[in-house]
């Protein structure tokens, strides 16, 4: 042991502010090692915490997380109230309504409330855009300007209803084309064998592609009999959903055939053999209609300018003199 320490002594000599230096140096090494380590420790423990938080649905104040979901409760109250006070009573408004919305696809229960939210709001909205707006892209008279913020106002109350509307006929005539097929498709299913529940599953499985919407409710309908529905509700429920008088004679098909005892599959291709006909007979209708739908077009762009065609030469010959 007396040679190392001779060893080192010869070594280093009198550098004294040299080994002084190493000393510092490991020092403070050692010391900065020990503060990262500590703040590592610290963020990993902040990162547990916000995943806990998170979690369990809180979190810090000022975070931007808890602003997002102070928001989405305040607007959570809004449909509350606006369900409480709409949708929750026996009303005929709102259970007109409220078919309207299942017509257009809208499942969700507060649907109602968050049509008459979506009402007001945008009425309020442009409204009050129009007010600020207006004046500042151009100059209207006052009573101008008080029409044209009654307007905005008028077309934001209107929106909404425009909107169902036309996710009502949309919806309606994908499925008005598609239940010819989908009968087609219960009557192969029905002669091979399977059961009215496991057809209505593989035809909602086929035509999800061509008919969505119709496959959605198709789907729904085996859920609702999963369920523990019975058949002849589930189709009722299925006609009603779907908002077309073929759904509604459907299921009182299938109903009639399961009270009588006879047999779902030939009251099927008879229905089949029912909605071709009357699909061939919209497009006879629609075919003989397009002669009249033709006579306005033709008048205003075809004519005039086959008259000009013909008496332009005329007209000019006359203006020359020439004829």
């Not at 963020?43 to 975070?63: C, E, F, L, M, Y």
């Not at 009215?196 to 919407?213: F, T, W």
Request: net charge positive; hydrophobic share 45%; with cysteine.
């Amino acid at each position: 042991m007396d040679d190392w320490y001779e060893t080192i002594f010869d070594l280093v000599g009198d550098r004294s502010a040299i080994v002084l230096a190493a000393i510092v140096f490991l020092s403070v090494a050692g010391l900065a090692f020990l503060v990262m380590a500590g703040v590592h420790s610290r963020s990993a423990v902040k990162r547990r915490a916000a995943g806990i938080n998170a979690h369990s649905g809180t979190q810090p104040a000022g975070d931007q997380t808890a602003l997002r979901q102070s928001s989405s409760k305040a607007v959570q109250r809004i449909l509350d109230y606006a369900s409480k006070h709409y949708a929750a009573g026996e009303k005929s408004d709102a259970k007109v309504l409220r078919n309207r919305l299942i017509h257009a696809g809208i499942f969700d229960q507060r649907g109602v409330a968050i049509f008459f939210v979506a009402r007001t709001g945008l009425a309020i909205g442009l409204a009050l855009g129009s007010f600020f707006v207006l004046p500042l892209l151009v100059r209207l008279g006052d009573s101008v300007f008080w029409l044209a913020v009654s307007g905005g106002g008028l077309l934001g109350y209107l929106v909404p209803g425009l909107y169902i509307n036309r996710r009502i006929s949309t919806r309606r005539a994908e499925h008005r084309i598609g239940f010819p097929d989908f009968m087609d498709l219960l009557v192969v299913c029905a002669d091979s064998g399977l059961s009215m529940e496991a057809s209505l599953d593989r035809v909602g499985r086929e035509m999800g592609e061509a008919y969505p919407s119709l496959c959605m409710n198709i789907q729904m309908t085996n859920l609702e009999i999963r369920a523990g529905s019975s058949m002849s509700v589930a189709l009722e429920n299925f006609g009603e959903r779907i908002g077309l008088e073929e759904g509604r004679s459907f299921s009182v098909l299938i109903q009639q055939s399961m009270e009588l005892g006879s047999s779902i599959t030939d009251a099927l291709r008879i229905y089949s053999e029912d909605m071709r006909h009357k699909r061939l007979s919209r497009a006879e209708e629609k075919a003989y209609g397009l002669p009249s739908k033709l006579a306005l077009p033709m008048m205003l762009c075809i004519f005039p300018v086959l008259f000009i065609v013909i008496l332009l030469p005329v007209v000019v010959r006359f203006a020359t003199n020439t004829y």
